[in-house]
């Protein structure tokens, strides 16, 4: 029976048989009596070591089972295992020779948070994003084939990333190209019907085997010149399978269909990947785990221990302010809601980032009008511009770099057509933890070229409930994106205030530098204004920009500063340079932004000071500017 734990531990778990285990190597080498310890052993430690580092915790509890089936049975890094999404790693990565490594994870410097080919060769697949693992596994396997290596490509998928476009594209390809991939899907959610109990496991087991695949073969074949004795025996075959297995979808697909059957049964598991790892074709064995498994209390709230954050034993108790700040997801939510009040044609749309994304309260209040779409980001784009064709004002709520998926359907579904459509775009510039995977520094570049756009960037708590009204206002296609966490604690004001599009906010006069910062970097602006008595322009809008205020500020000052949280390349600093190119003046210009570069994983502010954009980063880079004999000449 596994242990069950109530609390995380705080000090490092006594695992005598995990501490020899430095490679899946190692644990083939155990004998099969002792792999239920590893599962207890591996299932502490990885409550210990998240615990330590903080991170995404109930999707690796619940495919601890899964995860030593997979490495003791297949010959990885031979065999390639391809995790979706990669939230439930943790436990892989701890097998794969990181074991000593997980307490660093999503840390500056440390693991990944996520599957990275350049971490491990047996990371066969980098991923952040859902729903990439079957194409990625079958183009392992068609790419093996052509190689003529004989290797298993398995892919691991959620039952919430099967709900994505790409899935069913890639399980329909592969059932054509009739390669040799093994397909698991992890249903922890009970999105996808499945029968519980010894019967299902029964007839997983069985129709897994070898003899039964043999007798089903030779059946066919035997009984080949009478198609209506096979054809009744084939009806028989899909009706037993039905009464465990509700859905046929993957048998008709042309998937053979093995379950559903319990992930934590670790004997039956073993059992069936031994079985399906010598078959022939594409299969795909449905199990059901439990999300959080072994943890009681995220057992009974796995949403809420999606992930946790570093446990602190010593930390003094927290001073709460008078008024504490508020996140700008809460703030778009509280939006949403308000503006719903007050007008019935409002309706809003979410691909799977309801509480991510602060919709609970709105989903609870216009249950009516709320509408998830599941992992599908284009299909959101597009039922959105299908809303507004009927008069209505629909709101897509979607994390930065998610909306990147649905850019086709931005441009010719919603843009094209310059359809009523607001996108409350959330997690813009860096994440910090998350990494390069989730990071929003692109949407302004691949945004801002789109006709029939405008792009709001607040920066603070109020500039964004207010933009968000004044883009919603707009008849057009419109995009505010706004980043992830707090902000700097501005008062927001519940009465809602048009502001005019392409008009920004001068804060600040003062000599010869002006500073144009857009979005949430304006507190590092406004501190390094001061020190270099800089005029400081809130900007608000990456397109249309404020255009008669940029003339004024090349007439009057020697150097004009942008500042961005997001790329250089096609920013809003690069919207600014175009500008007085087309208007054929050569104003001193510095762009402070993100380089031409991934960037990795950390926390923000340390992200902001490695690339200059905090405070002493931007007083350095403007101070040395104008030090430059260039700079100089060209103010002579």
Not at 458 to 483: F, I, K, M, T
């Amino acid at each position: 029976m596994a242990k069950t734990f109530d609390e995380i531990p705080l000090s490092r778990p006594h695992t005598p048989l995990l501490d020899r285990l430095d490679s899946p190597a190692d644990l083939r080498a155990l004998p099969r009596t002792q792999l239920a310890q590893v599962v207890d052993e591996l299932r502490a430690y990885l409550l210990y070591a998240t615990g330590q580092a903080g991170g995404h915790f109930g999707a690796g509890l619940g495919v601890v089972e899964l995860t030593v089936a997979l490495h003791y049975l297949f010959n990885t890094p031979h065999d390639r295992l391809v995790w979706d999404v990669g939230h439930q790693t943790y436990p892989h990565k701890i097998l794969t020779g990181r074991r000593e490594q997980l307490t660093t994870i999503r840390q500056e410097g440390g693991l990944s948070g996520f599957p990275k080919r350049s971490e491990s060769e047996y990371d066969t697949f980098g991923v952040g994003h859902s729903s990439t693992s079957i194409s990625a596994a079958l183009g392992m396997a068609l790419g093996a084939q052509m190689a003529g290596e004989d290797r298993r490509a398995v892919a691991i998928i959620g039952d919430g990333a099967m709900t994505a476009g790409q899935a069913f594209e890639a399980l329909n390809h592969a059932a054509d190209t009739k390669a040799n991939l093994l397909v698991i899907l992890n249903d922890n959610n009970m999105s996808i019907s499945h029968s519980v109990g010894g019967l299902a496991n029964y007839f997983a087991r069985i129709w897994a085997s070898k003899s039964y695949i043999a007798l089903r073969e030779g059946g066919k074949k035997v009984l080949s010149a009478m198609p209506a004795a096979w054809d009744f025996l084939r009806r028989t075959e899909e009706s037993m399978k039905n009464m465990v297995s509700p859905d046929a979808l993957f048998e008709s697909i042309g998937f053979n269909y093995i379950g559903p059957m319990d992930g934590h049964d670790l004997d039956e598991l073993l059992d069936t990947l031994a079985n399906l790892r010598d078959l022939k074709g594409p299969q795909l064995l449905h199990i059901y785990t439990t999300k959080g498994k072994g943890f009681a209390p995220a057992e009974r709230d796995p949403v809420g221990y999606h992930a946790i954050d570093k446990i602190e034993p010593n930390k003094k108790p927290v001073v709460v302010p008078d008024r504490p700040k508020v996140k700008y997801q809460d703030v778009f939510g509280q939006f949403l809601c308000d503006i719903a009040e007050q007008d019935s044609r409002v309706a809003g749309i979410t691909p799977a980032m309801c509480e991510g994304s602060g919709m609970v309260a709105f989903s609870q209040r216009f249950p009516e009008r709320f509408y998830d779409v599941a992992i599908c980001e284009q299909h959101a784009l597009t039922l959105a511009a299908g809303m507004a064709c009927e008069g209505q004002k629909p709101v897509v709520a979607i994390y930065s770099t998610f909306l990147q998926r649905a850019y086709d359907q931005l441009i010719h579904d919603v843009a094209l057509q310059n359809l009523d459509v607001t996108l409350g775009i959330d997690r813009a510039g860096l994440v910090g933890e998350d990494g390069a995977t989730h990071g929003g520094v692109f949407d302004i570049a691949y945004l801002r070229t789109v006709p029939n756009m405008i792009i709001a960037a607040p920066s603070d708590e109020n500039d964004c409930r207010q933009l968000l009204y004044s883009a919603w206002q707009h008849p057009g296609p419109s995009a505010v994106r706004y980043p992830r966490g707090t902000g700097p604690g501005a008062t927001i004001q519940a009465a809602f205030s048009d502001l005019p599009v392409g008009t920004a906010r001068v804060l600040r006069e003062g000599s010869k530098v002006a500073i144009l910062s857009f979005g949430a970097l304006l507190e590092n602006a406004r501190a390094a204004a001061e020190a270099l008595d800089a005029t400081l322009v809130d900007m608000r809008w990456v397109k249309p920009l404020d255009e008669p205020l940029l003339r004024r500020l090349a007439d009057q000052c020697e150097l004009l500063v942008t500042l961005e949280d997001h790329q250089r390349m096609g920013g809003a600093g690069s919207a600014v340079n175009e500008f007085f190119a087309g208007e054929g003046r050569t104003p001193s210009l510095l762009n402070l932004a993100l380089p031409d570069d991934f960037i990795h994983h950390g926390k923000r502010d340390r992200l902001l000071a490695e690339h200059g954009l905090d405070a002493p980063g931007i007083i350095a880079a403007v101070e040395a500017r104008l030090a430059s004999p260039r700079a100089n000449a060209a103010h002579a």
